[in-house]
């Protein structure tokens, strides 16, 4: 790669990419490498967090209206990452890039001891 050939706005572009590259695989690791990618790629994360496998076909038209409520986002079935995880205790997690709305029961468990 001929540097000579860039300007200097390409490169010090380039040296914030790379320092920010660096700093996130020494904070976060080997997820670092997604989180980079996908911010560079400029893609929004879709992410629902559902308790029982049984519990999906219920739970879609709810994420799709939480997240055109709460988010502001009209976006399809085939563009969220679905998974199961049982340690919510039911309901779910719905996460938009890095925000995240909590529908659990644990949430409101967690809520009602303070």
Request: zero cysteines; proline letters at 1%; charged letters at 30%.
């Amino acid at each position: 790669m001929d540097l000579s050939t860039h300007s200097k706005f390409e490169l010090t572009t380039l040296l914030k990419s790379l320092k920010f590259y660096r700093a996130l695989e020494k904070f976060v690791g080997r997820r670092g490498r997604v989180i980079f990618a996908r911010i560079q790629s400029g893609a929004r994360l879709y992410r629902v967090e559902y308790f029982g496998e049984e519990n999906r076909s219920i739970l879609e038209p709810i994420a799709l209206a939480a997240y055109a409520r709460h988010f502001g986002e009209t976006i399809e079935t085939d563009k969220i990452e679905w998974r199961q995880n049982n340690a919510i205790r039911g309901g779910i997690r719905i996460f938009a890039g890095d925000d995240m709305m909590d529908v659990s029961f644990q949430e409101v468990e967690n809520r009602l001891k303070r």
